[in-house]
Nanobody
Framework: EVQLVESGGGLVQPGGSLRLSCAAS????????MGWFRQAPGKEREGVAL????????DYGDSVKGRFTVSRDNAKNTVYLQMNSLKPEDTAMYYC????????????????WGQGTQVTVSS
């Protein structure tokens, strides 16, 4: 059974940091692109970050460049999202997703999705 389980979300003040984790099982993690998406109420799902199977190629959404960093540990089947300098507009449900072929930030190109973890940035 394929599982993607996100963790690390919570309430943080503006300017603070959070580190999200996504633990994968049930598929060959090291062969998949991994992406982070977010969705706020009433808004479309937005691509936040993605990382190649080997961890070398990374890309970020324009709204998070310079503040968020994606990484992965293939030995632990886990992908991470380090979020710094958080802003209220970063408030959303954050999802990780896996795609066998290069998926860019197109949600339809991802094969597996987690259930999400809530991030709330507020004072």
């Amino acid at each position: 059974e394929v599982q993607l389980v996100e963790s690390g979300g919570g309430l943080v003040q503006p300017g603070g940091s959070l580190r999200l984790s996504c633990a994968a099982s049930g598929f060959i993690f090291s062969s998949n692109w991994m992406g982070w998406f977010r969705q706020a109420p009433g808004k479309e799902r937005e691509g936040v970050a993605l990382v190649s199977p080997g961890g070398v190629t990374k890309d970020y959404g324009d709204s998070v460049k310079g503040r968020f960093t994606v990484s992965r540990d293939n030995a632990k089947n886990t992908v991470y999202l380090q979020m710094n300098s958080l802003k209220p507009e970063d408030t959303a449900m954050y999802y990780c997703a896996a795609g066998r072929l290069y998926p860019a930030f197109n949600p339809s190109h991802y094969n597996y999705w987690g259930q999400g973890t809530q991030v709330t940035v507020s004072s």
